[in-house]
């Protein structure tokens, strides 16, 4: 009887009932316990988890282009496009139910606005996608300290205050970045419907109850060897 039923829902324009019609939330059991509706006071929520981490680096980038060299920031500019514009959306974001909707621009609770180059994938992400996205984060959260760190050390002989201002600057980005992390950890992952992130914190409880009622998604993760219990 399933295959029908998985059939049915595949012609849909809604694969996931994050993108059906609000009312069929009503009486859903989990819905308080996941962020899987789009709402703008949570993607304003991590834009501010975010922000103070950025604004350091942008901040940083610009003074050590002026007064070092511009091919740290021009580094960063071409990951950031191909990292958030190609790679991440493709091992990270295309897992998620929020990138079922029908439509070239994603709607989530992150990287909101970003054109959808890749098709949907419901299953779950491999391990090398896991591990590209990690390697890619962690180059995204380091990178510009290690420019700060660097350019302080070039502008220590040369202008001591402007490397004494990037030294606040990299305390500023140690700072932001774990504040980033806290939002995550805390408020973020533990509600999060990317389930197979791997900073996803949602319980396998939840987890069950989300597949259950979205069976093209259910399918996919039984395929790749998920057990609903």
Known sequence: MREPEIDQITEKACLVCTWDDEE???????KERLDCRWEQSLLLRFYKGGGLAIISAVIAFIITGFFVSWVPALIYIIFWIFFFGFFEIRVLCSHCPYY???GRILHCLANHGTI???????????LFEKFGFLV??????????VTELYSIVIL?????????????????????GIYLFYVLQKNICPK????????????KEIVDAYLKKNLVMREAWETAGYRID
Do not use: R, T
């Not at 890619?136 to 300290?145: E, Y």
């Not at 040369?158 to 990299?170: F, G, K, R, S, V």
């Open 24 to 30: 069929n939330c009503l009486d859903c059991e989990i």
């Open 100 to 102: 079922a909707k029908d």
């Open 116 to 126: 959808k180059v890749w098709k949907y994938h419901p299953e779950p992400m491999n």
């Open 136 to 145: 890619g984060a962690f180059f995204f959260v380091f990178f510009p300290f």
């Open 156 to 176: 220590q002989h040369q202008d001591i205050l402007l490397a004494n201002i990037l030294i606040i600057l990299a305390f500023i980005s140690i700072v932001g």
């Open 192 to 203: 999060c419907v990317n389930f197979s992130c791997p900073l996803n914190k949602v319980s």
